[in-house]
Nanobody, 124 residues
Framework: QVQLVESGGGLVQAGGSLALSCAAS????????MGWYRQAPGKQRELVAT????????NYADSVKGRFTISRDNAKKTVYLQMNSLKPEDTAVYYC?????????????????WGQGTLVTVSS
């Protein structure tokens, strides 16, 4: 069973920083794109940032450009999100997402996996 486990959420004042991490575990053959999404109360889930397997391509939502940094450590099967200059509108549940390949015998499957989410609250 493949899973993603996030950590690092919490309460922070506006202007502060938080770091999120997300570790993949299970029977993993390879991990392709990884990313962070968020969902604020009453709103749809939205993309925050994505990163390709060799970190060659990184994308950010316009709302977080210049404040958030996504990175990954393939040896640790972990993706990170460093969040600086946080604003109250960044308050949301943050979800980790990854495209993970599993190999069973000679059958390769590619799965889209979501983490359980971690709450980030930014007070004004």
């Amino acid at each position: 069973q493949v899973q993603l486990v996030e950590s690092g959420g919490g309460l922070v004042q506006a202007g502060g920083s938080l770091a999120l991490s997300c570790a993949a575990s299970g029977s993993i053959y390879s991990i392709n794109d990884m990313g962070w999404y968020r969902q604020a109360p009453g709103k749809q889930r939205e993309l925050v940032a994505t990163i390709t397997s060799r970190s060659s391509t990184i994308n950010y939502a316009d709302s977080v450009k210049g404040r958030f940094t996504i990175s990954r450590d393939n040896a640790k099967k972990t993706v990170y999100l460093q969040m600086n200059s946080l604003k109250p509108e960044d308050t949301a549940v943050y979800y980790c997402n990854a495209e993970i390949a599993t190999l069973t015998g000679d059958i390769l499957r590619v799965l889209e996996i979501w983490g359980q989410g971690t709450l980030v609250t930014v007070s004004s």
